[in-house]
C-alpha cells in the first residue's frame, strides 16, 4: 500500500511540475522578430534603381536577376506571362526597342513579417523618331517582392495599368 501511495504521489508531483512549467511558459512572451522594414525598403528602392540603369545600359541579364523563376508579369490587353524565361523574352523586346524608360518609385510597403512588399509608382516610356519628334506616356505599375532564402528582394510578380 505505501508504494501505491508513493507512486501515486510522484505522479501527482510531476502532473502538478508539468502544469507549472506550462502556465510558466504561456505567461513569458515569444520573442519578437526584429523589424526590417526600413532596411527592407531600402534594398527594394535599390534593386528598382538597378532596374532602371540595367534597362538604361539594355543589361538583360541584370534586368532578369530581380525576378523569381516563377514570377508572373501581367500586362494591359495582353494575357499573363508567367515563368522568368517567358518573361525574358518580353523585357528583350523592351529593351530593344528605341525607348527610354523612366521609373518613379511613390512608394514601398514591406509586410511587417518582413517577407513580402509592394512597391507601386510610374513609369515613362519616351520614344524619339527620325524627325527628332519625342512621344511619351505614362503608366502606372505595381511590383510584388518576395523575400529569398539568402536575404535577397526578388519580384514575383509585374503589373502595369493602361497609360495616364
Known amino acids: 500500500m505505501l508504494w501505491k501511495t508513493y507512486r501515486l504521489s510522484i505522479i501527482v508531483a510531476a502532473f502538478a511540475l508539468s502544469f507549472a512549467v506550462s502556465c510558466a511558459q504561456l505567461q513569458q512572451k515569444p ?16 534593386a528598382d534603381a538597378d532596374f532602371a540603369k540595367a534597362a538604361v545600359a539594355k543589361d538583360l541579364d541584370k534586368c532578369m536577376s530581380l525576378y523569381e523563376d516563377d ?12 515563368g522568368k524565361d517567358n518573361i525574358r ?41 527620325k524627325k527628332g519628334k519625342t512621344t511619351a506616356q505614362t503608366s502606372e ?10 536575404g535577397a528582394w526578388k519580384v514575383a510578380a509585374d503589373t502595369s495599368a493602361n497609360e495616364k
Open 31 to 46: 520573442a519578437e522578430m526584429p523589424d526590417t522594414r526600413a532596411a527592407d525598403e531600402a534594398a527594394i528602392r535599390t
Open 71 to 82: 514570377a508572373v508579369l501581367f500586362s494591359p490587353g495582353s494575357p499573363a506571362v508567367m
Open 89 to 129: 523574352n518580353v523585357i528583350q523586346r523592351l529593351l530593344n526597342s528605341p525607348m527610354r524608360l523612366t521609373i518613379n518609385v511613390a512608394s514601398v510597403d514591406v509586410a511587417r513579417s518582413g517577407d513580402l512588399a509592394m512597391d507601386r509608382g510610374t513609369i515613362q516610356a519616351a520614344v524619339t523618331d
Open 141 to 150: 505599375y505595381v511590383l510584388v517582392w518576395k523575400k529569398q532564402a539568402n
